[in-house]
Nanobody
Framework: VQLVESGGGSVQAGGSLRVSCAAF????????MGWFREFPGKDREGVAT???????SYADSVKGRFTISQDNAKNTLYLQMNSLKPEDTAMYYC????????????????????WGQGTQVTVSS
């Protein structure tokens, strides 16, 4: 399994970005897929996830601003980020796993076996 992110970049506060994650090399739906972000010196935070039943879960800090979606025909996961803030600046990673609890439990980093290489999102004030 390979996950390849794209679409990060730099934007001013209030702007929007969409990051994408193309998945390769699998034949059955993942239990959970999602986006995590990492701030320097801190653990990764589960930003937004979606499970095999289509249930989404968001970190409180991004609710109402970020939207996770997937295109099964293209095997691609998206994260639309609107009203970006400087505190959203981080490295964003796509991740996927099979097994484990679903729903909001998808935002727990433990158990994810597959990770992308990350894409940097920088929001300037």
């Amino acid at each position: 399994v390979q996950l390849v992110e794209s679409g990060g970049g730099s934007v001013q506060a209030g702007g929007s970005l969409r990051v994408s994650c193309a998945a390769f090399g699998y034949t059955r739906s993942f239990s959970c897929m999602g986006w995590f972000r990492e701030f320097p010196g801190k653990d990764r935070e589960g930003v937004a996830t979606i499970d095999v039943d289509g249930v989404t879960s968001y970190a409180d800090s991004v609710k109402g601003r970020f939207t996770i979606s997937q295109d099964n025909a293209k095997n691609t996961l998206y994260l639309q980020m609107n009203s970006l803030k400087p505190e959203d600046t981080a490295m964003y990673y796509c991740a996927a796993r099979w097994g484990g609890a679903l729903g909001s439990w998808c935002r727990v980093e433990t158990g994810y076996k597959y990770w992308g290489q990350g894409t940097q999102v920088t929001v300037s004030s």
